[in-house]
């Protein structure tokens, strides 16, 4: 039964896309403490990786048209090791919808808004994504286009607002780490903010085709990777070696802007357009995994789950770590093997078996 | 925090119980008071300081551990 009835566009899903790799800007302070800066080029590097990500991933989605992965799964693995799997892919939806929520919160709690409770951050962007993904995923969508066309204008903006306080030869001395550290991270690059778009096999079902999808999903991956550079680039040349200590490099950078006394304090603006990345980013997973867990146990709307799963991602999105620097633990750690495995290994064995099973049924229908 | 938090599930009780409960979704409605129970449960739980919650970072732990790093 088909639980989405709504439909996504060419720009819609290119803008779901790229606001949701674009959002993970955090990641970017971690790359500089290993690459120093050098963190674009490692972050550039990471998108080359990426692609081969992307390819996977629609390559995969075109086996198994207006399939989501649970569904698809089902049909790969059998009805109990393809639950299995699908219900593995969901433990990690979950859990970064949980790390987003607290993210935003922590951010906010930590930036701009310091008396005030992280739960509150927390509790808003959550009971904020819940009504976006009763709306349906084309609301989302739409809503997708407003905020990346306003992500990406910020984006330029900010460079050339800052173009007076760069300094080129913060970029110096070239490629100077060992090669391990750049190794380091440029995984952290390819696996974080781009592997974790292995959430949209749950809703490229929803795309209308009217153009080639691996055009698409390149498109994105590539608009996503190059806000990513553009940041990083942005943080080297202004903060130079600083930029690595700065838990929020790109607040920091912004934070410089001071044109004729009149245009200072731009970090509201980070604020504004990192909750917009935010909201894209919790609203898509909020959504895949909503939807996910109501095609595994076979609802016929996905719709009354909504509000309870939103209590349980404040719960855990409150106690997943106790400090913000944890976080970055998990990033630096954890989420490079985590998001190796179950982002690109699990789907390259799934496209590898669907290909398999495509030809041993093309034998059998020649002989 | 735990009046609110019953609050929100109370709220959320009202709001979607009634429309299952006509469209006889009894399936739905089951799988919607497991998830809203364990919400409140989780909830609960965090309140009073329960910290178990770091299970949700033991497959990441595990996975980083079979890679030996």
């Known amino acids: 039964m088909q639980l989405e009835k709504g439909k996504l566009s060419y720009a819609q899903l ?25 963190a674009w080029l490692a972050v550039l590097t990471g998108m080359m990786v990426s692609f081969f990500f992307a390819w996977v991933y629609v390559t995969l989605a075109r086996q198994f048209p207006g399939k989501t992965l649970v569904e698809f799964n ?52 959550v009971l904020l994504a819940a ?64 592997g974790e778009a292995v959430a949209f096999l749950m809703i490229i079902p929803f795309y209308n085709q009217r153009r080639p999808l691996k055009g698409l999903v390149m498109k994105a991956f590539g608009l996503a990777g190059c806000l990513l550079v553009v940041s990083a680039l942005r943080n080297s040349l202004v903060l130079g070696n600083t930029g690595s200590i700065a838990a929020f490099s790109f607040v920091e950078s912004v934070r410089l802007i001071h044109i004729a006394d009149f245009l200072t304090r731009l970090d509201i603006l980070v604020a504004m357009f990192f909750s917009f990345a ?32 939103a209590i349980l991602f404040v719960c855990v999105s409150m106690s997943i770590y106790d400090y913000f620097p944890e976080n970055f633990s998990m990033i630096e750690y954890r989420a490079p093997y985590y998001n190796f495995v179950i982002a ?24 | 925090m735990t009046f609110l938090l019953l609050v929100a599930v109370a709220l959320i009780a009202l709001i979607e119980a009634p429309g299952l409960i006509r469209g006889k979704a009894w399936y739905e409605l089951t799988v919607f008071f497991i998830f809203l129970g364990g919400g409140a449960a989780l909830g609960m739980l965090q309140i009073f300081d329960v910290q178990w919650l770091g299970i949700a970072k033991l497959l990441p732990d595990m996975i980083q551990g079979w890679f030996g790093r």
Request: glycine share 8%; charged share 10%.
């Open chain 1, 14 to 38: 290119t803008a779901l896309i790229t606001g949701y790799i674009s959002s993970q800007v955090l990641a970017l302070g971690l790359i500089s403490v290993y690459a120093g800066p050098n």
């Open chain 1, 74 to 125: 089902d049909i790969l693995y059998g009805p109990y090791l393809g639950k299995g799997i699908s219900a593995l892919y969901l433990l990690f939806f979950f859990q970064l919808t949980s790390y987003n929520m607290r993210d935003y919160g922590e951010f906010f709690g930590h930036i701009l808004m310091t008396q005030t409770p992280v739960a509150v951050f927390v509790i808003v962007s």
């Open chain 1, 131 to 194: 009504i976006a993904v009763r709306y349906g995923i084309e609301t989302i969508g739409r809503v997708g286009i407003i905020l990346v066309g306003s992500i990406i204008l910020y984006y330029v903006t900010v460079f050339l607002l800052l173009l007076k306080e760069m300094d080129w030869s913060n970029l110096l001395p070239f490629f100077s780490i060992p090669v391990k550290d750049f190794y380091t991270a440029s995984t952290i690059a390819a696996t974080v903010p781009f």
């Open chain 1, 278 to 309: 935010a909201f894209i980013k919790g609203a898509v997973l909020f959504y895949v995994v909503v939807l996910g867990i109501s095609q595994l146990l076979r609802l016929r709307s996905y719709k009354p789950l909504t509000f309870p799963l």
């Open chain 1, 344 to 367: 690109f290994l699990l789907p390259l064995a799934s496209l590898i078996l669907a290909k398999a099973k495509q030809r041993r049924q093309a034998g059998r229908e020649n002989h």
